[in-house]
């Protein structure tokens, strides 16, 4: 095993008929590490992901796999990374115990395929043929079939999309043992609770380059936030008077109320606000404590419009 890098990018682009898919985007993935790369549709992240995997070569920039280039060391690589697809590619009359243990003899050291179906709680459909199983079933295997050769580096592409809260807390443990048994996990999620559950390293990819990268705990900062319901129209002004130096207040939408401050709301700045409101003879409902998230970074970024 070599000391390099699990994935490196650097300056990566990719050009569909005129228009750029990836801008010069910039990365890297350290061994033994969960990173999810996160990206509102349309963002670049799967032909990013997609070139790493070696199905589409960059127009520009570089890209390394375990010290590797996808394309011209494919028949190096392959026995090294596991891919999860997010449908297809399965014969659909095989058993999905026969599927695993047919993918099991083209590694050295693989896993065991029983100890997968029941990690994955399949062993009750193990000879159930694909076209039988639900969809969250398909994706389970999917995720069993990716990681049966102990890769180096697993690719997974939302691996708990459309799974039930028990199939996704045991594909997080699956997730969890694989990092601890020293594989680096690119993890391609919608669910920013996946992200800040699993992950050691946030990348946050917008218009074909990474906006953001860090640690979650790190990108979302310690900042705090207070929220409530009042009257319209409040006069937000007066209000930071009473609040900390640094602290933000706005209205939206009309009625709802958010400060901000850059650490973490503490019983003073409650008292600030509620003593406010009532000098001020403001009845203000469903106060509410919170912390800011990786969702709430993620739609600051890359805004609140939907993209199709």
Not at 27 to 41: D, K
Not at 59 to 86: H, I, N, S
Not at 246 to 257: C, D, M, Q, R
Request: hydrophobic share 40%.
């Amino acid at each position: 095993m070599s000391n390099a890098p699990a994935l490196e990018i650097a300056g990566l682009v990719k050009r569909y008929r005129g228009t750029t898919a990836v801008d010069g985007l910039t990365l890297r993935a350290e061994r033994a590490q969960v990173t999810a790369i996160l990206g509102p549709n349309g963002a670049g992240k799967t032909t990013t992901i997609e070139t790493c995997e070696g199905y589409r070569k960059a127009d520009a920039g570089t890209v390394r796999v375990l010290g590797l280039d996808p394309v011209a060391d494919a028949r190096e690589l392959r026995p090294k990374v596991g891919v999860m697809l997010q449908s297809g590619g399965v014969p659909t009359t095989v058993r999905a115990g026969e599927y695993l243990r047919v993918m099991a003899r083209f590694y050295a050291h693989p896993l065991d395929p029983a100890m997968l179906l029941e990690t994955l709680g399949l062993t009750g459909s193990a000879r159930t043929q694909y076209k039988q199983l639900s969809g969250g079933q398909k994706q389970r295997l999917g995720l069993a079939a990716a990681v049966i050769g102990r890769p180096e580096l697993v690719f997974l592409d939302e691996p708990t999309a459309g799974l039930d809260p028990q199939s996704r807390h045991a594909t997080w443990q699956l997730i969890d043992g694989l990092r601890t048994a020293g594989t680096a996990v690119i993890l391609a999620t919608h669910y920013m609770e996946e992200a800040e559950r699993l992950a050691d390293q946030v990348a946050i990819v917008d218009h074909g380059r990474v906006v953001a990268s860090g640690p979650p705990a790190e990108l979302t900062g310690s900042a705090g936030q207070l929220r409530f319901q009042a009257e319209a129209g409040l006069d937000l002004g007066g209000l930071l008077v009473a609040l900390p130096p640094g602290a933000l207040a706005k209205e939206s939408p009309a009625g709802h109320y958010l400060v901000e401050v850059t650490d973490r709301v503490d019983p003073q700045l409650i008292a600030s606000v509620t003593a406010w409101c009532a000098e001020h003879g403001v009845l203000a409902r469903d106060l509410q404590i919170e912390s800011r998230t990786l969702e709430d970074l993620f739609l600051e970024l890359t805004g609140r419009e939907l993209r199709s």
